[in-house]
């Protein structure tokens, strides 16, 4: 599965190829001119080398930061967030100001969705007039929606030769191989059981973790437009997007980044204990429990309804960085979170 998709990119009304070390921007729609276009990047993977190149800057937004998540803890469990720091407080650490760029993309609004209800309004006043009125409403809207649309994305492209090219496809295809795992999940809290009441309630576990359905696609976020195969990892609001040079972080309409450089990578097997049948079906079974236990671990003969549960074994893939990320991805099939840390851990660390 080849890293490229295609040698130019749309965005809105403006069209970027790649030429040679530079980006050329035209536009076929009379009222716009190039130099409304967005920023156009060139980030440049070879012979051990990067390099980074941009059309022109633009200026960065402030954000606000995203309120701290709460959750309920349960009684007699030490339960604890598992995923890092906020990605509001994460410090860029890729080269280039790609970040800066999409946190702007990100903070822009759009204005359509106040203007057409009024000119939709005005017509309708304006009748018999209200047809013409319409016309020169519907140009004006799909104006400002192809300038919403430039406006909005951050265009980048990547040429990628040599080892990098080769080291890339390999994560790329090992994706793929993930996306084809029955189940994927993201840990948000895990805690330790501390009581007694808690362990024999809670089919013998010894610890208890809170997680997410998580999925894998090959979808580039909806503020970058780029010419490659951009692997993603997605649980909730939160995405992990792996590019060349780097990896994004996006959570809502807020972006940071973690070079390769500074991940930490890890991969495990864990037990996890299901309803029974609940399952997937390429995931191993490796005990079986009862949802109360007796202190012998055993079915616990008081309660009548005590159905029993299989302990599964799943991969465990950690991924952490010295500015505050902090992912564990569960995997039903094992294999699955080994060969994602293996690619993980062969990165070129430019």
């Known amino acids: 599965m080849g890293i490229y998709i295609r040698e130019s990119i749309r965005t809105g009304p403006f069209r970027f190829a790649a030429r040679e070390t530079a980006v050329d921007v035209s536009t076929g729609l009379p009222g716009y001119g190039t130099r409304a276009a967005p920023r156009a990047n060139y980030v440049t993977m070879r012979g051990g080398g990067l390099t980074y190149r941009a059309t022109r800057s633009r200026a960065e937004r402030s954000r606000r930061p995203a309120p701290p998540r709460q959750s309920a803890t349960p009684?007699?469990?030490?339960?604890?967030?598992?995923?890092?720091?906020?990605?509001?407080?994460?410090?860029?650490?890729?080269?280039?100001?790609?970040?800066?760029?999409?946190?702007?993309?990100?903070?822009?609004?759009?204005?359509?969705?106040?203007?057409?209800?009024?000119?939709?309004?005005?017509?309708?006043?304006?009748?018999?007039?209200?047809?013409?009125?319409?016309?020169?409403?519907?140009?004006?809207?799909?104006?400002?929606?192809?300038?919403?649309?430039?406006?909005?994305?951050?265009?980048?492209?990547?040429?990628?030769?040599?080892?990098d090219e080769r080291w890339f496809e390999s994560l790329v295809d090992t994706t793929k191989i993930a996306a084809g795992s029955q189940r994927i999940w993201r840990v948000l809290e895990s805690g330790q059981v501390v009581t007694t009441r808690q362990h024999k309630t809670n089919a013998g576990a010894a610890n208890l973790i809170n997680r997410i359905v998580a999925t894998v696609s090959f979808d580039a976020p909806r503020h970058l437009a780029t010419n490659i195969t951009v692997p993603t990892i997605t649980a909730g609001s939160t995405s992990l997007h792996f590019l060349p040079d780097r990896i994004l972080v996006k959570d809502g309409r807020h972006y940071a980044d973690v070079a390769y450089g500074d991940l930490f990578s890890g991969a495990t097997t864990t037990r996890f204990i299901e309803a029974a049948g609940a399952a997937p079906r390429d995931a191993q079974k490796v005990d079986r429990t009862?949802?109360?236990?007796?202190?012998?671990?055993?079915?616990?003969?008081?309660?009548?309804?005590?159905?029993?549960?299989?302990?599964?074994?799943?991969?465990?893939?950690?991924?952490?960085?010295?500015?505050?990320?902090?992912?564990?991805?569960?995997?039903?099939?094992?294999?699955?979170?080994?060969?994602?840390?293996?690619?993980?851990?062969?990165?070129?660390?430019h």
């Not at 979170?337 to 293996?342: E, I, K």
């Open 290 to 349: 009862w949802q109360y236990v007796n202190v012998k671990g055993g079915p616990d003969r008081r309660y009548s309804n005590n159905p029993e549960r299989s302990v599964m074994l799943y991969g465990q893939l950690e991924m952490s960085s010295p500015s505050g990320l902090y992912w564990k991805v569960q995997t039903s099939a094992t294999y699955v979170a080994a060969q994602l840390n293996a690619a993980l851990r062969a990165a070129p660390r």
């Open 75 to 163: 009684e007699g469990v030490d339960i604890k967030d598992v995923t890092g720091a906020a990605v509001h407080e994460l410090i860029p650490t890729g080269r280039g100001d790609i970040v800066e760029q999409l946190n702007s993309a990100a903070g822009h609004r759009s204005w359509l969705w106040l203007i057409a209800p009024l000119l939709f309004a005005a017509g309708l006043v304006l009748a018999p007039w209200g047809w013409a009125l319409s016309g020169a409403a519907v140009a004006a809207l799909v104006f400002l929606l192809l300038r919403d649309q430039a406006t909005s994305r951050v265009v980048v492209f990547y040429d990628v030769d040599g080892a």
